[in-house]
């Protein structure tokens, strides 16, 4: 516990150490940095104590806030995420140095390191806060250190839209749902202490902890950026200064899911509507997440996208563990809420590692337009090694720690699916098919990504690039360290989520372990399939290395361009030819818009091909919701039903927006109808009979559940029927 | 026996969703004739189970479904089809793949259904209901989803064969009577949309009811532009 | 009982190590025969494997270090696939609860290092095989992992040796038209993970068209060799999990098990030559159609199993 006061105030210290020496920048930063990283140790410490079995569990200080109280506790839910929250600034503190040695500006150098120090202590101070009122200080200090460090480069119209879109969208989830739910908590228990909250809210009835815990998912899932509230993510994410952005997608994000797992901690136990709900907006948001990400064409906005996947893939984890905790089944509950944990933890670490090296790709070529990049393997050969190290571990594969988590969460999807009865297993099992087409689509995108920006030939000649300086992937390789040992030594940091999952679900470390070996098998598998792994690839490596010290010495030639002689990097496959295939199977979910120009005639004029694939969350749902909203206040403000002020001259009308697909295809049905096409009537009719079925199904269904339980208890109305049947047909 | 039966209850299912992925209106045709002979089949193996062998109501009803629907009613498609010098592919509104994922999604939704379904008797098989239900919404798909008036009347043969099994629970306590008049109907319906598709051709040349749409659509703007 | 298995394990490895190229000369003279040609000799692939290590490699100027690592770490992936599935005999040489992901996965692991080995190049003709190969994998993830889980629920387990023993004999009984369903899909995953003729032709030498083969253009020497033993081993791997899921065998069948599993591998074998004879490769704009159609069946018999209410 100590350490996390002794994080705090250094923290402080460096906050104020960065704004006083603000005349001296390299000092300011140093400083700053310095102060970031040994709270970020103090934190990981703090939180990794506590994992392990000590540390003293609350610090209440005599202060008093309006409304409540400073207190500060630790327990194995905020440890976890403490964890987290330390490796990430610890790494990307030091990379900083590096990151900002080329432009060191007074201004924006020591307002960075102000911010950051400032927004790693509002990111502890969330996870250990034990009070409402001091959670929802420190939730709001956060988010606004987030907003001013997503707009350091203000001069930047796209780096202002990024910070206000973030901070309208964190304050409406704030504001509507998350407050709300809290003030309802607390109001209910009469206190504003963690502690109590569970107390209180463990008497009220299932319906109002289902609506508590569905409008705690909007509210924390718009922080955490599931799907369809994931919109300000891939635009506020890619803006901000390189260590912001692994800090945002690495753990700010996170402090979302910590919301949504302490509201669960008070919550008496859930339908299970609740948990198959739970699953489904994981699966939505993990598919869909990586398929827009597939179809991105810039480094960091595919990046953030790949975390709206990511948290998916923790929402299925976090479902499972409802819909064991639901069911009963504390083999999967320990399972899902152990994956989703483990989960929190890798995604800090590979996408953190990703998004560093992503900008060092930036910082050396000074662009993220992945189609423009191309053969950094060469010229950066450590940062391409350290981004195939986080692409390996985001797609899940073995050896490293994506793969760990995602195992834990299969081994909850598969428990499920075996041990619930009935059709209900339906959703585990759809759970793991998105897993498992998530992994499928992650892999083919960071290929993309891996094999262009890194791989062949330069496709820009114009493109200056250089090195990346030490202390950047000094930061990288911290990261990348830990992916791999987590990967290769899960039997080790497995266990340490005993104490988180027990937060959750109320189990001792032993029941963890035992719950967890009714189902799958304990982790200490996967180090000895990774020793197997390890050995087959140093085999085939000797035998390489021998059998080709006999030969010839390898000759070193042009790829072979089948037979084609001249061939030129432009004519490199694309980052958007790899996808295209993909996108295009997939077009009914995403409407990708192509343009293409193709040269034809004898003497062809030049031609162009475009893709583009916007964001249907965005263009569908939340422009014209927000344009109504406009209009609507426009409304009132003028006096109009048109929203125009009479007097004042017109306001330009705004740029033509290509109509989103969502309404080509209401203005198509509404076409059809007008013209009368057969097949819409028919829809119609189909869709009323559906309808009227499913009603009178579901409906008779419930009435007379006793009745078929009995028909089916009652059998001889079986036997009895051949008889009837012999008397029917004989004559 | 039981295995074999819930076998060509699956069948008929997959034969469903064939029939929404095959992109030549003949294989939709042969895949019609071939669901059309599982299906009478099915009233001579419900006798079977029940009383050892096919009675004399299975049989004739076996016998008039093979030769309506499993050889009468596709020949004279297949005859439309070559006389009628379409243009031999489906053409779908919706695409092939999407549409067998949401006719996919439609079984799954009736095995859920069917689950939930009182019955008064335990049915032949408990894929009988699942396999009826979702040969009736596939039917209504390939009614909905496709463009020309001869895959229309293929989904309307096809919501036929899933009524066809959901009459098979009532086989014993319904008439013969009113079985034959079943089948005389659909004889007549087909009869009449053969005669209709045929004179769709003869006014416009064309057997695209989509066209239709089209050309009272460009009536209706060319009066407009009048008026 | 435990002893003899460890003791036989071992030999029973090398076998199944030395089996693949085997499989392909099988395929190789089905199709000669089909074709009217008397075929290469039955140990050719073996010779072409020697002749291969042989020789001496080259390397375009493009590629770095990723297109060497590129076969190795594909063949150790799945040497160590080798190590889970259960080829001849019941058992594998190691097993877990969930050893399924992990095979799975690093059936995905090699694919990602051979994509990437391949885009090394910088060559458009393996670029689209490259995006040819993840698009294709990606979509029979889905299938594969229904498949996995109607016969993990049916033998209520999840230890692929448990899965494709004796217990699904059982099931069999139980929910045959399920697992009949499961079958047909894991076939379709077969031949679009192997790379085999309705998705791709492996004989074919016009870039355009393959997809696996147009990966591997530019590897030539004991790389080559590597990728070659990979194809045949990938395919006897999953060729046995089919094998073990179609026909599995009861208790009482142990001791001859493993001649007829040979048997069964080459009767497999010879299925794949049949079907790369009478059949041609489909369009690649209508392979996704394929596998969709692989994910429905198999998502019916997900259905269909949890409608039974199998326990």
């Known amino acids: 516990m100590n350490f996390i006061v002794w994080s705090l105030i250094v923290l402080l210290v460096g906050a104020v150490w960065s704004l006083l020496s603000a005349g001296w920048p390299r000092w300011s930063l140093a400083g700053g940095l310095t102060c970031i990283a040994f709270a970020g140790l103090a934190a990981t410490s703090a939180g990794l104590i506590r994992l392990i079995g000590g ?153 109002t902890a289902a609506l508590l815990l569905v409008l705690g998912l909007i509210g924390f899932g718009t922080k955490a950026g599931f799907m369809p509230m994931h919109v300000w993510l891939p635009i506020a994410h890619p803006v901000a200064p390189t260590p912001v952005s692994a800090l945002l997608s690495g753990v700010v994000v996170k402090t979302g899911i910590y919301g949504l797992l302490r509201l669960l901690t008070w919550l008496p136990t859930l339908p299970v509507g609740c948990a198959v709900a739970m699953l489904i907006v994981g699966a939505v948001s ?75 790709v930036i910082h050396s070529t000074g662009t993220g337009a992945i189609d423009r990049l191309g053969g950094l393997a060469r010229q950066t050969p450590r940062n391409a090694a350290l981004f195939l190290v986080g692409a390996v571990a985001i797609c899940g594969l073995p050896p490293l720690n994506g793969f760990v988590s995602e195992w834990l969460i299969y081994g909850s999807l598969f428990g ?304 009895g029927a051949p008889p009837a049947r012999v008397e029917g047909t004989g004559p | 026996m039981q295995a074999i039966l819930d076998a060509v209850f699956m069948l008929i299912i997959l034969l469903d969703l064939a029939m929404l992925a095959v992109s030549r209106l003949a294989s939709c045709i042969r895949i019609f004739a071939m669901q059309s002979l599982l299906l009478a089949l099915l009233p001579l193996a419900a006798d079977t189970l029940h009383v050892g062998i096919p009675g004399r109501h299975a049989l004739l009803i076996a016998g008039v479904t093979i030769a309506l629907k499993a050889i009468f009613i596709p020949r004279v498609l297949e005859r439309i089809i070559r006389t009628g010098e379409i243009h031999r592919e489906v053409e779908p509104f919706i695409g092939f793949t999407a549409s067998v994922m949401i006719g996919a999604l439609l079984a799954a939704g009736s095995f859920a259904v069917a689950r939930r379904l009182p019955l008064a008797e335990a049915p032949l098989s408990d894929l009988l209901l699942p396999a009826s239900l979702s040969t009736v919404l596939i039917g209504l798909l390939v009614l909905i989803s496709r463009v020309k008036a001869i895959t229309q009347v293929i989904g309307f043969l096809v919501v036929e064969n899933g009524i066809f099994i959901f009459g098979l629970m009532l086989l014993p306590q319904t008439p013969l009577l009113v079985e034959l008049g079943i089948l005389l109907d659909v004889f007549v319906g087909v009869f009449i949309m053969a005669i209709v598709v045929h004179h769709i051709r003869r006014e416009f040349d064309h057997m695209d009811t989509h066209l239709l749409a089209v050309e009272a659509n460009s009536a209706g703007a060319a009066s407009g532009g009048e008026g | 009982m435990s002893f003899w298995r460890t003791v036989l394990a071992i030999p029973e490895f090398a076998l199944v190590l030395a089996l693949p190229p085997l499989l392909s000369s099988i395929i190789a003279r089905t199709k000669a025969w089909f074709g009217g040609r008397t075929g290469p000799p039955w140990l050719q692939p073996y010779f072409d ?190 060729g046995s999990i089919l094998l073990h899921a179609a026909l599995p065998m009861p208790d009482r069948l142990a001791a001859v098990g493993p001649l007829l599993r040979l048997i069964e591998l080459a009767g497999l074998a010879l299925l794949i030559g049949v079907i790369e004879s009478m059949t041609a490769r489909l369009r690649l704009n209508h392979v996704p159609r394929l596998l969709a159609g692989a994910t429905v069946l198999s998502g019916l018999a997900t259905v269909l199993i949890l409608t039974r209410g199998h326990g």
């Open chain 3, 49 to 238: 494997l020697h002749k291969l290590i042989r020789k001496g490699a080259v390397y375009s100027r493009t590629t770095t270090w990723l297109f060497r690592a590129g076969p190795i770490v594909n063949l150790a992936a799945l040497l160590t696939t080798a190590t889970l599935v259960p080829v001849l005999s019941q058992h594998s040489l190691i097993s877990f609860a969930g050893d399924i992901i992990l095979i799975a996965y690093l059936l995905a692991l090699g694919r990602m290092f051979t994509v990437l080995a391949a885009l090394d190049t910088g060559s458009s003709f393996e670029g689209m095989g490259a995006a040819r190969e993840v698009t294709f994998g990606t979509m029979s993830e889905p299938a594969l992992f229904l498949c996995l889980a109607v016969i993990a629920i049916a033998t209520r387990s999840l230890r692929l040796s448990e899965m494709l023993g004796p217990q699904l004999f059982a099931a069999w009984h139980a929910v045959t038209p399920a697992l009949l369903l499961v079958v047909g899909a894991l076939l379709v995953v077969l031949l679009t993970e192997t790379c085999r003729i309705p998705v791709d032709d492996p004989a074919t030498h016009l870039e355009l068209t393959m997809i696996h083969e147009v990966m591997v253009l530019d590897h030539s020497g004991p790389d080559f060799a590597f990728i070659t033993y990979a194809a045949a081993l990938k395919l006897t791997l999953l």
């Open chain 1, 286 to 360: 993990g598919v869909l997440g990586v398929l827009y990400a597939l179809a991105q064409h810039d480094i960091k906005r595919l990046l953030a996208y790949h975390t709206v996947e990511n948290i998916g893939i923790i929402g299925l984890g976090i479902g499972m563990g409802m819909l064991g905790q639901s069911t009963h089944q504390t083999g999967l509950a320990a399972l899902g809420y152990a994956g989703a944990l483990l989960h929190v933890l890798n995604h800090a670490l590979f996408k953190g590692l990703l998004f560093l090296s992503g900008g060092a």
């Open chain 1, 55 to 207: 540390g003293q569990a609350a610090h209440v200080f005599a202060w008093l806030l309006p409304l409540g109280t400073v207190k500060l506790a630790i327990d194995g839910l905020s440890a976890c995420f403490l964890v987290a929250i330390g490796i990430s600034s610890v790494s990307a503190a030091v990379y900083s140095w590096g990151y900002w040695q080329h432009e060191m500006q007074p201004r924006a150098v020591c307002t960075f390191s102000a911010l950051l120090c400032v927004m790693v202590a509002a990111m502890v101070l969330v996870v250990c806060a034990a009070d409402v009122v001091l959670f929802l200080a420190s939730w709001e200090l956060m988010s606004l250190a987030a907003f001013f460090l997503i707009g350091l480069h203000d001069r930047d119209p796209a780096a202002r839209r990024g910070a206000w879109m973030y901070l309208i969208a964190t304050h409406l989830g704030t504001a509507l749902f998350v407050v709300p739910v809290l003030a309802f908590a607390s109001s209910h228990s009469g206190s504003t202490d963690f502690e109590s909250l569970r107390a209180g809210l463990g008497s009220i009835g299932a319906s």
């Open chain 1, 416 to 719: 499920g699916a075996l041990q619930i009865p009935g059709l209900r297993a339906a959703t585990p099992v759809l759970g793991l098919v998105s897993l498992a087409l998530m992994g499928g689509l992650a892999l083919a995108c960071f290929s993309k990504v891996f094999a262009v920006v890194f791989l062949g030939e330069p496709r820009d000649a114009a493109l200056q690039t250089h090195g990346t300086p030490g202390s950047m992937l000094a930061g990288m390789a911290l990261l990348a360290l830990l992916c791999v040992a987590i990967g290769v030594l899960p039997g080790v940091f497995v266990p340490l989520l005993a104490e988180g999952v027990g937060v959750l679900t109320r189990q001792s470390s032993d029941e963890f372990q035992s719950a967890i070996r009714q189902v799958w098998a304990p982790a200490t598998a996967l180090t000895w399939m990774a020793l197997v792994l390890a050995s087959f690839v140093a085999l085939l490596a000797i035998v390489r290395r021998q059998v080709l010290g006999h030969a010839p010495r390898a000759a070193r030639v042009p790829t072979w361009g089948c037979g084609y002689p001249y061939p030129s990097p432009r004519m490199q496959y694309s980052a958007s030819s790899f996808a295209w295939s993909l996108i295009s199977s997939f077009r009914s979910l995403l409407w990708p818009r192509k343009e293409a120009l193709a040269p034809i005639g004898p003497f062809p004029q030049a031609g162009h091909l475009e893709t583009h694939t916007a964001d249907l969350a965005e263009e569908g749902l939340f422009a014209p919701l927000f344009a109504g909203i406009a209009r609507l206040f426009a409304m009132a403000r003028t006096l109009t039903w048109t929203g125009r002020p009479t007097i004042a001259p017109p306001i330009r009308p705004p740029p033509a927006r290509e109509a989103a697909p969502l309404r080509v295809v209401l203005a198509r049905l509404l076409a059809a109808i007008r013209r009368g096409s057969i097949q819409v009537y028919l829809t119609f009719m189909v869709l009323t009979l559906i309808i009227l079925f499913l009603i009178e199904g579901f409906s008779s269904g419930r009435v007379s559940l006793p009745a078929n339980q009995g028909s089916a208890g009652a059998s001889p109305s079986r036997a």
